[in-house]
């Protein structure tokens, strides 16, 4: 027999056309989502050249992703879950990977040194991501047993929120250089505006990670609405 589709079955396509994998490519989306937020946690650790371009190219292809499943979206007659929520998984994982991208950016632009707080961050970022990978991964064989997963995204904001104000507890303590200043300390005005403009500069830092926090939140009620749905 000759290769390829024989007439009937080119005649049922048309009739019937197959639906695209839309879960395992979300699963692939989240599967990106999850590799980004582990080289996070490695710049946060130690930042390298390396580590910056690779997060770089992680969402060069999270983007790309993103743009070739909504294509296929847009083009496909039906999806094997509600065609609203194949969209918000889509993009709901995409979005976090594009703003560490902002976040490591802008730590290199303005010479931003990771520290403590940001680490902490990062590593809980990375575990939701981590959930994220295994709840939507479970959805075509195992749907229910993806809720605890995403109950641990939905804890996500939560657990960055009780770094995130420690972090700024710490960040705006002024009382050295209150002292400083009041003993009239050689450089002491100048040392108060440096700690200044790096408070200014960390905050951005510190908030941006957080903002990402209640995205993965976002994609965290994006898999919960998924799993009571068909689970």
């Known amino acids: 027999m000759s290769g390829g589709s024989s007439p009937f ?5 048309n009739v019937f056309p197959r639906i695209p994998p839309f879960l395992d490519m979300i699963s692939v989306q989240a599967e990106v989502l999850s590799k980004g937020m582990t080289v996070a946690v490695d710049y946060m650790s130690e930042a390298t ?8 190219q992680i969402e060069t292809r999270s983007r790309e992703l993103r743009e070739k499943h909504l294509d296929i979206l847009n083009n496909a007659f039906s999806t094997p879950i509600d065609r609203e929520d194949v969209l918000r998984s889509i993009t ?4 976090p990977v594009a703003s560490i991208r902002v976040v490591i950016e ?3 632009s303005l010479k931003i040194k990771s520290d403590n707080y940001l680490l902490e961050m990062a590593v ?3 575990e939701s991501a981590a959930a994220m990978q295994r709840g939507f991964a479970k959805l075509d064989t195992t749907p229910a047993q993806a809720e605890p997963d995403a109950q641990v995204g939905l804890q996500c904001l939560a657990n960055v929120d009780r770094v995130y104000r ?17 003993a009239h300390a050689d450089g002491a005005e100048v040392q108060a505006m440096v700690h200044v403009v790096e408070m200014l500069k960390r905050r951005e830092v510190y ?3 957080r903002n990402i926090a209640a995205k993965m939140g976002e994609a965290a009620q994006v898999l919960h609405g998924i799993v009571i749905q068909i689970g």
């Open 9 to 13: 079955t080119k005649m049922l396509d």
């Open 49 to 56: 050249t390396a580590r910056f371009h690779e997060i770089m």
């Open 124 to 126: 809980i970022l990375r």
């Open 92 to 95: 709901a994982l995409e979005v």
């Open 166 to 182: 420690k972090a700024l507890s710490q960040l705006y303590s002024i009382d050295d250089d209150l002292n400083r200043m009041r």
């Open 207 to 209: 908030r941006h990670i």
């Open 106 to 108: 802008e730590m290199e």
